[in-house]
């Protein structure tokens, strides 16, 4: 809306420079007109045409010479000016392949000339960071020892068998105490609330802990694959109630199904550890210049701006996406759940 006013009182001054001139114009012209005549100024007056003094239709001219100037002269650049806006927001927004229209040979020509050839500058540096990460994917899978990955797999293990079901026979025993403490006092049962709140909160952060230990990679599976599984099992284990809209996708490149891969993990884990939510909604779909993943809860929600600075698994999400050229956009609320959606632009073809 700022800057709608602005491109308004853009406007406005040509049409208000346009009046000046034309009033000065017009002084000029009536001072010639009388400079020899007895009557002087005075004549504007006394003459008449329609029964009005001439110097009325003179203003009324003057005023309709300068509206129509104003605006023949501001209207072309308010164009110009709402394409190029119009382009800028679009680059802001990641779709870099956007080419502004150009027109004409003026400044704000050069100005659409040269954003265009930034924006295929910035597709092009998107390419190579995305080329960069799928090599260094590769190098990484290459060097990467089998028993980082069985370790982690045997701690999942025994921290699922052990500590996982400890925790949760702690859970369902505090709920069976509580039922029978009809004659404890409040102050007993206060400390009972805390006992069953903390492990709950213990049980959501091993959880957490086990999705980043478990699916540590796709390990051969396609990006659509792994997720498929990470859902799954999610929704086997953890009992959460997801919808899921994953359409048909082209190959991609190694670099970026690892990081939205990793990105997805990321926000899971955040769901688990703090947003409470029941129900998740996951989409992931393919446009023509773009690849998009979608993912919805309806948690607690969380103030963006506080948060966003603060938050280590919200920053390592915008790194995972920023390193293969794509934009993260969250959107939430206190009590409005959150929305996160990741673009990325398809420059592999």
Known sequence: MKKRRRLAQLQWQFIRNSLIVSFFAVLFTVVIMTYDDIAGLTMLFD????????????????????????????????????????????????????????????????????????????????????????????????????????????????????????????????????????????EVQQQMDVVEKMANTAQAEMRALLLHLRPAELEGKSLQQGVEYLLHELEQKQGFKITKRLEPMDELPKGVEDQLFRMLQEAISNILRHAQAHHVEVRFWQTERQVRL????????????????????????????????????IVSAPGKGTQLEAKIPITWR
């Open 47 to 186: 003459k008449q045409i329609v029964q009005l003094p001439i110097i009325v239709p003179i203003l009324l001219s003057m005023i309709a010479i300068g509206l129509i100037a104003g605006m023949m002269q501001s209207l072309p650049i308010k164009r110009k000016l709402d394409q190029i806006l119009h382009g800028v927001l679009l680059y802001e927004r990641g779709t870099f392949f956007h080419q502004i229209e150009s027109e004409g040979e003026d400044e704000l020509a050069e100005l659409t000339d040269r954003l265009n050839r930034m924006a295929e500058r910035v597709e092009e540096q998107v390419a190579s960071l995305q080329r960069l990460s799928s090599e260094r994917a590769k190098m990484q899978e290459t060097v990467k020892k089998a028993a980082v990955t069985e370790e982690r797999q045997r701690l999942a293990r025994d921290l699922h068998d052990a500590v996982s079901q400890q925790l949760f026979a702690i859970s369902m025993m505090t709920a069976a105490i509580k039922q029978n403490l009809h004659e404890a006092t409040e």
């Open 294 to 329: 979608k993912l919805i809860d309806d948690g607690i929600g969380f103030d963006v701006q506080k948060e966003t600075h603060g938050s280590y698994g919200l920053q390592t999400m915008h790194e995972r996406i920023n390193e293969i050229g794509g934009v993260l956009d």
